[in-house]
């Protein structure tokens, strides 16, 4: 038997079954087998996706001395395997059935990374595991812990197989005492860690709970300079779980990513690139535990997959106010299809940072059961941007506490059950400013076939008065057992058709400080802040 057909035969059989894909067995291997049919109904040109291939090579962790007992740290082992496979000209490094210890894992091209079923990798709660470099997070030029999964500059690259990544996120993130039990706050309280002036907020460290008083812009600290001063609040600066910069022809697909520091997976900047058949999961109270925040790619599927979010479930950004803007990289030509979200603050989100714009997105086909919000645009002043050309289509969800679709563009960074009505009442008594390159545009939105039953108020548009919400269609959708009927605020050429909102308010629509609103064909040209009110058919 010669030797590469011995080598096949002994791959692991969740491992082996990429190789089947490939056009040529002998030489290399594709990713994924995306079904063509995914790309039927995208309203936008669109190439298909390129998948990324890999030659029939393989190395086996355990070749390089790694121990799956929970105890041994396999940082080194894990690495040595990638180094090894991307030398050889690419393949696949194999994480066999074991409970696999592990330090910060970096992805380079040509490499796919395959965990098997019964791998349960863990990343080490060992701040010092996780060197300090500069990197981007929630949209801003910054520094951050290593992230445990990272890959920079990579061409063909893939995490697939059956296994389970698990962050240990809780050994990172604050929690507010307002998302937990009595019982779970004094567990946690008991388990040491500091608390915030008015005991409101755990931290896991003193370098935590001073990072989180150094900063001004959400968590991204400011006054922080030296080597010594950023090292003084390691703690603070928690990583995303897995960070793709710059990368090409990428595909996550069929494994599970869990308890992440902070938001799970930030592919930021790339092309090409592939989520099918994952599974993301999170705690609900998760501060910033976003499931996917893709930033600035381009070309890309989210397809059939699962998210269980803390924060924001599917969520499109391209970067933070002057840095997004600069950068002027739009996240464009995305497919987010056959996807079910679990929990979230939204399940299909666009902001807030999108300083850098959104178009040709298509969203399809999903399922949201209990997110906070179902479909959810944001923005403020400041950021700029563009959003144009998003198709949405053939959406279920079922109790959603807030509004099943929202544009909000007064965003001041809390979550849809934190903002109160002075929030509200403040934003809107602020001096109108002049439309300049920081106001965020948000046009050319089209919603259908839309189902949700039990939810908050029905629908919310929140625009802003020198940039109203531009030129969005929602047709044939039908919200029952709603707490309050649709308001329209701040937009213009808002077109409603074929709406049921069965609420104790009724099926209303309240429309205010708006232009040529059209409901069921009949235009309202002009409505000032005495607003009317509108009865759908």
């Given at each position: 038997?010669?030797?590469?057909?011995?080598?096949?035969?002994?791959?692991?059989?969740?491992?082996?079954?990429?190789?089947?894909?490939?056009?040529?067995?002998?030489?290399?291997?594709?990713g994924s087998n995306i079904d063509p049919a995914i790309y039927n109904g995208v309203p936008f040109k669109m190439q298909k996706v390129v998948q990324p291939s890999f030659p029939v090579y393989t190395a086996n962790i355990l070749d390089f001395g790694a121990k799956g007992d929970g105890i041994f740290l396999n940082t080194k082992a894990i690495n040595d395997a990638i180094k090894k496979v991307n030398a050889k000209g690419g393949g696949t490094v194999v994480i066999p059935s074991g409970l696999w210890l592990t330090g910060p894992i970096e992805l380079l091209s040509n490499v796919n990374l395959c965990a098997e079923q019964n791998a349960l990798v863990v990343f080490t709660?060992?701040?010092?595991?996780?060197?300090?470099?500069?990197?981007?997070f929630e949209g801003l030029e910054t520094r951050r812990c290593q992230s445990p999964i990272s890959a920079r500059n990579a061409t063909n690259i893939a995490i697939t197989g059956k296994g389970i990544f698990d962050g240990s996120g809780d050994a990172w993130r604050p929690v507010k005492k307002d998302k937990m039990t009595e019982a779970q706050w004094k567990n946690l309280i008991k388990s040491g860690g500091v608390l915030s002036a008015d005991k409101k907020i755990w931290y896991?460290?003193?370098?935590s709970f001073k990072g989180a008083s150094s900063t001004e812009n959400f968590n991204n600290p400011t006054g922080i300079n030296t080597d010594a001063e950023w090292e003084s609040i390691r703690e603070w600066l928690r990583p995303v779980m897995v960070s793709i910069v710059k990368?090409?022809?990428?595909?996550?697909?069929?494994?599970?990513?869990?308890?992440?520091?902070s938001w799970c997976l930030h592919p930021l900047s790339c092309e090409n690139i592939t989520i099918n058949k994952v599974n993301v999961s999170n705690p609900w109270y998760s501060q910033n535990g976003d499931a996917l925040d893709m930033e600035s790619c381009k070309n890309a599927l989210i397809i059939n997959s699962t998210f269980d979010a803390g924060d924001d479930a599917i969520c499109l950004k391209s970067g933070k106010d002057e840095d997004g803007r600069r950068r002027g990289e739009p996240c464009q030509n995305v497919i987010v299809k056959n996807n079910l979200v679990l929990h979230g603050h939204g399940g299909f989100v666009v902001g807030s940072e999108m300083s850098g714009g959104v178009k040709n997105i298509f969203v399809s086909n999903c399922s949201f059961v209990g997110t906070d919000v179902g479909l959810r645009f944001k923005s403020t002043r400041g950021r700029g941007g563009v959003v144009e050309g998003i198709y949405i289509d053939h959406i279920n969800m079922i109790n959603i506490p807030n509004e099943p679709l929202l544009f909000d563009l007064f965003y001041g960074g809390k979550a849809p059950d934190e903002v109160t009505e002075e929030d509200t009442k403040e934003s809107l008594s602020t001096t109108i400013p002049p439309v300049t390159v920081e106001t965020p545009v948000f046009k050319d939105i089209h919603i259908s076939n839309v189902f949700c039953k039990k939810s908050g108020r029905a629908m919310f548009f929140n625009g802003l008065p020198e940039m109203k919400i531009?030129?969005?269609?929602?047709?044939?959708?039908?919200?029952?057992?709603?707490?309050?009927?649709?308001?329209?605020?701040?937009?213009?050429?808002?077109?409603?058709?074929?709406?049921?909102?069965?609420?104790?308010?009724?099926?209303?629509?309240?429309?205010?400080?708006?232009?040529?609103?059209k409901v069921d064909g009949i235009l309202f040209k002009e409505v000032d802040e005495k607003g009317k009110t509108v009865i759908f058919k």
């Open positions: 038997m010669n030797s590469f057909i011995k080598k096949y035969l002994v791959l692991p059989v969740a491992c082996a079954l990429s190789l089947l894909y490939s056009t040529n067995s002998l030489a290399a291997s594709k709660d060992d701040y010092n595991a996780y060197p300090i470099i500069k990197t981007s896991p460290t003193e370098k990368c090409k022809n990428v595909l996550l697909e069929g494994v599970t990513f869990k308890n992440s520091p531009q030129n969005v269609t929602v047709k044939n959708v039908i919200i029952s057992d709603a707490k309050e009927g649709a308001v329209v605020s701040q937009a213009e050429g808002v077109v409603m058709e074929n709406i049921k909102i069965t609420s104790p308010t009724g099926n209303s629509l309240s429309i205010k400080n708006a232009n040529n609103i």
